[in-house]
């Protein structure tokens, strides 16, 4: 449930300007935060795997659980666009892709390899299938719900509008 807040902004005359900033509830930011390190955890303990397609999980669980974690990631960053799921979506895969095309950005060793970039995407995917699942297990079709508080400007403010 984003929050839009609202605050006034005076520029200088006496005209006013609205000034909005959506952030991500206590609850929404706590949930992404648990998915996040879900992520983490898969890559982590990913090595620790022993069963069947062992080699593919180790290859690459890691692209999908990092690809997954960025996604819940980029849902908290405060921005105000309309469809949201699909913005974090593009900017996780957009993240996760460059990384990998630009070999870790010379920050962390990479090896390339065209199958990891399907991973990102699957993880992306996955991420979006979930966070679509949570939405409809809340109840709430759409996935996401509005809730606005209304900041009222202070009384100097008022005084100067009128």
């Known amino acids: 449930m984003p929050m839009k807040r609202y605050g006034f902004s005076s520029?200088?005359?006496?005209?006013?300007r609205k000034i909005?900033?959506?952030?991500?509830?206590?609850?929404?930011?706590?949930?992404?935060?648990?998915?996040?390190?879900?992520?983490?955890?898969?890559?982590?303990?990913?090595?620790?795997?022993?069963?069947?397609l062992e080699s593919m999980v180790y290859a690459y669980a890691g692209n999908v659980a990092v690809s997954f974690a960025v996604y819940f990631n980029a849902l908290n960053v405060p921005v105000k666009v309309r469809h949201k799921q699909l913005w974090a979506a593009g900017l996780a895969l957009a993240a996760v892709e460059l990384f990998e095309v630009f070999d870790g950005f010379g920050i962390?060793?990479?090896?390339?390899?065209?199958?990891?970039?399907?991973?990102?995407?699957?993880?992306?995917?996955?991420?979006?299938?979930?966070?679509r699942a949570w939405g409809f297990c809340q109840g709430?079709?759409?996935?996401?719900?509005?809730?606005?508080?209304?900041?009222a400007p202070n009384a100097a403010e008022t005084k100067d509008s009128n």
Request: with cysteine; hydrophobic share 45%.
């Open 11 to 16: 520029d200088g005359g006496s005209r006013m």
């Open 20 to 52: 909005v900033f959506v952030t991500p509830s206590r609850t929404e930011t706590l949930r992404n935060i648990v998915f996040i390190m879900i992520g983490v955890a898969v890559l982590v303990f990913k090595r620790h795997y022993s069963g069947p």
């Open 108 to 131: 962390m060793s990479n090896v390339y390899d065209t199958l990891d970039l399907v991973a990102n995407g699957v993880g992306v995917i996955l991420a979006l299938v979930v966070d």
């Open 140 to 151: 709430n079709c759409s996935g996401r719900s509005t809730r606005i508080n209304y900041v």
